[in-house]
């Protein structure tokens, strides 16, 4: 049975309210109070209602017959606001008045409002509550006093549930429309692009954020956006949320930008709650982060300056290849510039550059194709060339150095010559290491600069030239590892008085060096290497740090002492830093420094004279004293000395050795010996393999002997005591 035949009035009421839209409810509302009006007995029907927070409804209606209330145009009914209603909305009863006179005494105020408005008669329905709304309905009459029945009360009673109702969906509805606007603002408003993929991965309500920086639009396919290759990444990580596997999944993918442009996209997907199927997406443009790790990328890979592949890349594809085993035939080659440090010098830092650039730009149109170049630093290129045996590389050499020769570089109106050395080394069978392969071509590079510049070499393990360069190579790999780790041992080699008495001992410090594989390795090969790779001042700052850290924990020993012989090497003396190294720690050294002497080769004195002085002027005012050690061995040594006030002079082992037997030798150390007489400084001799040669020094009048004869080196830790020991007795003096 339909519900117009349950009730006319209650039909009415539900045809009101079906299919209307939210925003008139406040017109349905006055349209079923008419209704009311004119299918009860009264003059009019209003509604009373608790407090709400929902915007645009004001569930505060009335109705009343025409001529009733002036214009006809009443729809609020304050009774509300006043304060016996007010309980009554907050204490639910019913309010049933026949005659308002008989209103209680606290409803005065309301009282007179409805005499204002002739109601006679007043019903106020128990209030009625759906969710948040809560509405009592209630009824007047102006004509004349009445009793309300029962029947009229059920009657409105009905019709209070349905209104009741009828407000809180559409308060429902309304917030839920509320709740969606905000939402939406929200996430128009998100500082991130935002969107959601639908079942069919086309992208729908895109953020303003998504729709002013995203090469993407509303309704268009994801999948379409990206290149045909990224395509799976995309869909595996769309799958991987939807199957539920991740609750959250992201992927970074390229996408075409404005004019073509790549712009790199991280997109993260994850599931809504009312809608598996449908994917939220954050997306997040990374393209200065692609930009700056291609940029990295390209800085660890390529030299800036010339754009070539730089070390660390050219040996990355050189150990990529020599693991591979290759059978083809490879070589190596070094190439470095000839005097390249005097065009920086005359014409600039600039002018260097620029010819380091034409050069790169050379080198890569004279070798084959296929074959990298790459700039390993400095003046210093490498090239790499495959399917190459020794025939074809010294064609290739020979054209690269034919042409830069000829090649004329000219800044600032001034001609500058360019030439290259270079060396080749072809790759051996069962070479895994690039860094053997790398020193071979090296050492045959060094060996044609040598050879007079302007030149290439093939590296060969038979030449000793070449394996005494490879060697010093190796050796300085040694030095660097021992310099870093400790490892370098200080040994000691007596060195005899000859002429005179004395307690202590007077010793020279010597440097040993033990590889891995307990073997020693010669300071006749390292020392070299120290110096030719630039090295050696580092070697010496070692060596006075150490030994004053073992003099200041042998304090007693060391007092016992009469001297300490080190070595300086003359690449130390042209470093300033390591000469302000040197003033600094001998200074807070006081009660050590007194016993040291400092030797510098006669060459090292010779050629750099201007910073020998500077040593004596370091030294003398703390005490120190200084050997000019290999003297003879130059043509200019006795002009030099008068420029040098030295306190030792030792003289070099090819006078020594053969002094039993040759006149000449013989000759010359007496001649220095008279020359120390006359100078005030004393005489060593080195390479005293006899005490023969001890006896004939003594009778030449030299003051010191050294050599294997009187004691070979022992480690600096081995000496207990500093108390001299007579050589032989023969040789002591009275």
């Not at 009733?68 to 209603?85: E, S």
Request: hydrophobic share 45%.
């Amino acid at each position: 049975m339909s519900l117009p035949e349950l009730n006319p009035l209650h039909a009415a009421l539900a045809g009101i309210f079906t299919d209307v839209p939210l925003v008139t409810l406040e017109q349905n509302v006055d349209r079923a109070l008419q209704t009311m009006t004119a299918k009860l007995d009264c003059d009019g029907v209003f509604v009373l209602s608790a407090a709400t927070r929902q915007p645009g409804v004001t569930p505060r209606n009335i109705y009343l017959k025409p001529g009733n209330v002036p214009n006809n145009q009443v729809r609020h009914w304050p009774l509300a606001r006043m304060p016996y209603f007010r309980r009554l909305m907050r204490q639910p009863r019913l309010l049933n008045v026949p005659d308002i006179a008989r209103l209680p005494s606290e409803a005065a105020q309301e009282k007179r409002f409805l005499r204002e408005w002739r109601v006679k008669s007043l019903l106020v329905l128990t209030p009625v509550h759906f969710g948040e709304t809560q509405i009592a309905l209630g009824a007047v009459n102006c004509e004349r006093a009445r009793d309300w029945s029962q029947a009229f009360m059920d009657e409105l009673g009905i019709a209070a549930t349905l209104i009741c109702a009828v407000m809180e969906l559409t308060r429902i509805a309304q917030a839920l429309t509320v709740s969606e606007r905000r939402y939406q603002e929200l996430f128009n408003q998100l500082p991130l692009a935002c969107g959601l993929v639908d079942r069919r991965n086309r992208v729908k309500l895109l953020n303003s954020i998504a729709r002013q920086n995203l090469p993407v639009s509303d309704g268009q396919d994801l999948l379409a956006l990206v290149r045909p290759e990224e395509e799976a990444m995309l869909q595996d990580t769309l799958q991987v949320v939807r199957d539920g596997v991740l609750s959250q999944a992201w992927c970074e993918i390229s996408m075409k930008g404005p004019l073509l442009n790549q712009q790199w996209i991280k997109l993260s997907f994850s599931t809504m709650s009312d809608d598996p199927g449908t994917l939220l997406m954050l997306a997040e443009d990374v393209s200065e982060r692609h930009r700056l790790a291609d940029e990295l990328s390209f800085h660890a890979n390529y030299d800036a300056l010339t754009g070539l592949p730089n070390r660390s890349h050219f040996e990355a594809v050189l150990d990529k290849l020599l693991q591979q085993l290759p059978e083809e035939p490879i070589c190596v080659a070094f190439l470095d510039l000839d005097q390249f440090q005097v065009i920086n010098n005359v014409s600039g830092h600039q002018a260097g550059d620029k010819l380091l650039c034409q050069v790169a730009l050379r080198l890569k149109q004279l070798v084959r194709k296929g074959d990298t170049v790459a700039r390993l630093g400095g003046d210093e290129f490498a090239i790499l060339m495959h399917y190459c045996n020794e025939d074809t590389a010294r064609v290739i050499a020979q054209r690269i150095c034919t042409q830069l020769f000829e090649h004329e570089f000219y800044w600032e109106q001034r001609r500058h010559n360019v030439s290259v050395s270079m060396g080749v080394a072809p790759l051996d069978a069962g070479v895994t290491d690039i860094y053997v392969l790398m020193s071979r071509a090296d050492a045959a590079c060094r060996l044609a600069k040598e050879q007079g510049r302007n030149g290439w070499h093939i590296y060969c393990a038979t030449d000793p030239k070449m394996n005494r360069l490879y060697s010093e190579m190796t050796a300085s790999v040694d030095i660097i590892d021992a310099l870093s780790q400790n490892q370098f041992q200080l040994h000691y080699q007596l060195i005899e008085p000859l002429l005179n008495k004395q307690a202590g001992i007077h010793m020279e410090i010597l440097l040993r060096l033990e590889r891995p594989d307990g073997k020693m390795l010669s300071p006749g090969l390292f020392l070299p290497a120290a110096e030719r790779y630039s090295l050696a001042s580092r070697v010496d700052r070692w060596v006075i740090d150490n030994l004053l850290r073992w003099g200041g924990s042998h304090l007693a020993l060391w007092q016992d002492l009469d001297m300490v012989s080190v070595n300086l090497s003359a690449n130390s003396l042209g470093d300033h830093e390591f000469m302000e190294w040197l003033e600094i720690r001998l200074m807070a050294e006081p009660e050590l420094v007194s016993k040291l002497c400092f030797e510098i080769t006669e060459t090292a004195a010779v050629s750099q004279l201007e910073q020998a002085q500077a040593l004596i002027e370091l030294l003398q005012p703390l005490g120190c004293k200084l050997a000019l050690d290999d003297f003879g061995s130059g043509f200019s040594s006795f002009a030099y000395l008068k420029l040098l006030d030295v306190d030792f002079v030792k003289i070099d082992g090819q006078f020594v050795v053969n002094l039993c037997d040759n006149k000449s030798d013989q000759a010359i150390v007496n001649a220095i010996c008279q020359l120390g007489r006359d100078m005030d400084f004393d005489v060593i001799a080195e390479f005293v393999e006899s005490v023969d040669i001890g006896k004939r020094l003594r009778e030449l009048g030299v003051d010191y002997a050294q050599g294997y004869a009187i004691g070979k080196p022992e480690p600096l830790d081995n000496l207990s005591s500093g108390k001299r020991v007579p050589w032989l007795r023969d040789l002591a003096t009275d």
